[in-house]
Nanobody
């Protein structure tokens, strides 16, 4: 059973930074894509950033230049470095992984609140 466990969320002032971590229970080489999504109250879950096994990355237009996704294969962990945070970044952030069998896996989510 694959488990994804997020950490690193919290309350931060506008302009601040946070780094989210997502630790997988097994090797991340088992996944073809890993990514981060967010969901604000009353809104649908949206892609924030993703990285393929070939290390290609994609970002939502709203976070380009501010967020960076990366992986540490030795730690089976994917990160989301978030800089220059804005109040509109406030949401629950979910880690996602797509297995080589095309199965989707999700973490439990971590709350990010950007407020003064």
């Amino acid at each position: 059973q694959v488990r994804l466990v997020e950490s690193g969320g919290g309350l931060v002032q506008p302009g601040g930074s946070l780094r989210l971590s997502c630790a997988a229970s097994g090797s991340i080489f088992n996944f073809v894509v890993m990514g981060w999504y967010h969901q604000a109250p009353g809104k649908e879950r949206e892609l924030v950033a993703r990285i393929t096994s070939g290390e290609s990355t994609n970002y939502a237009d709203s976070v380009k230049g501010r967020f960076t996704i990366s992986t540490d294969n030795a730690k089976n962990t994917v990160y989301l470095q978030m800089n220059s945070l804005k109040p509109e970044d406030t949401a629950v952030y979910y880690c996602n992984a797509v297995g080589r069998d095309s199965r989707d896996y999700w973490g439990q989510g971590t709350q990010v609140t950007v407020s003064s």
